[in-house]
C-alpha cells in the first residue's frame, strides 16, 4: 500500500505542477515488443518477444526537461527448451506472463529541438521514472504473492519531428522489479506434487525484469499566446 501511495504522489506531483514552457502538451500512442530477464532468461529473451501497446500523455516544462505518463499493455513469456542447460532439459517449463503498467517518467532531451531560431528537427534523450504493474501469469490462477508490483523504468530514446503538430518517438526502455515472479517460477507445500522445489526455487536475490520497446507517435498542442495587456 505505502509503495502505491507513493506513485499516486509523484503522479499527481507531475500532472499538478506549475505550468511553464507555454503549456506544451502531447498526446499520444504507440507499439511496441515486449520482453523478459530472469530465471529462464540469463540474459534478454530475445526468442519469444510479445507485441504490446502504450499510449500517453507528455508535457514539456523546457528545452531539456518532460514528463509524462503511460499506460501499457502486453505479455511476457520464455521457455526452458530455448535454454541449452541441463536444468531446463530437466525441467521443462514455460510461462506466459500479462503485464499492465501505467508509468510517472521524467525525461531528459539533449537537444532544444523544436528551437524556432535554430531548428533542430530531433534529439536523444534519456528517460527514468517510477511506474505501478500488474502481473497476471496464464498458467497460474491462484498465486500465493501479490500481482500488484513496482518497478523503475529506465532507457534511451530518439525524438524526431515530423512537422509542426507530430512527433515520432522509438525508445529502448528497461523495467527494474522488486519481485521474482514475473516468470511464477516458486513453490510451495501447496505445488510440490508437481514443482519440486530443487527444479522450481528461483534466485531470490536477482530480481526479474522486463522491457519494452516501442515507437510513438504525439501530437503537440500549443496553448494560446497571453495577450500583452496581461502580462505583468
Wanted: glycine share 6%; charged share 15%.
Amino acid at each position: 500500500m505505502q509503495k502505491l501511495n507513493i506513485l499516486v504522489f509523484i503522479v499527481l506531483w507531475l500532472a499538478g505542477a506549475a505550468p511553464s514552457y507555454g503549456q506544451r502538451h502531447e498526446l499520444g500512442a504507440g507499439v511496441g515488443v515486449w520482453n523478459y530477464k530472469g530465471e529462464l532468461a540469463p540474459y534478454i529473451n530475445y526468442q519469444s518477444p510479445r507485441l504490446g501497446f502504450s499510449v500517453l500523455w507528455r508535457q514539456n516544462w523546457n528545452e531539456a526537461l518532460s514528463t509524462r505518463l503511460s499506460f501499457s499493455y502486453g505479455n511476457i513469456e520464455a521457455h526452458d527448451s530455448d535454454l541449452n542447460t541441463p536444468l531446463a532439459r530437466r525441467r521443462q517449463y514455460s510461462f506466459q506472463t500479462e503485464l499492465t503498467e501505467l508509468a510517472a517518467i521524467l525525461e531528459y532531451n539533449f537537444f532544444y529541438y523544436r528551437n524556432p531560431s535554430h531548428f533542430q528537427g530531433w534529439s536523444p534523450y534519456l528517460l527514468m521514472g517510477v511506474a505501478a504493474f500488474r502481473m497476471n501469469p496464464a498458467q497460474n490462477i491462484s498465486p500465493d504473492y501479490s500481482l500488484y508490483q513496482l518497478s523503475v523504468p529506465m532507457g534511451v530514446g530518439m525524438k524526431v519531428v515530423l512537422g509542426k503538430h507530430w512527433n515520432l518517438n522509438a525508445e529502448v526502455g528497461a523495467r527494474k522489479t522488486f519481485t521474482d515472479y514475473l516468470d511464477d517460477l516458486y513453490t510451495n507445500e501447496r505445488l510440490l506434487p508437481v514443482r519440486p522445489a530443487k527444479y522450481y526455487t528461483g534466485n531470490t536475490y536477482d530480481k526479474d525484469w522486463y522491457f519494452f520497446s516501442a515507437i510513438h507517435l504525439t501530437y503537440t498542442f500549443y496553448a494560446k499566446p497571453c495577450p500583452s495587456f496581461y502580462k505583468f
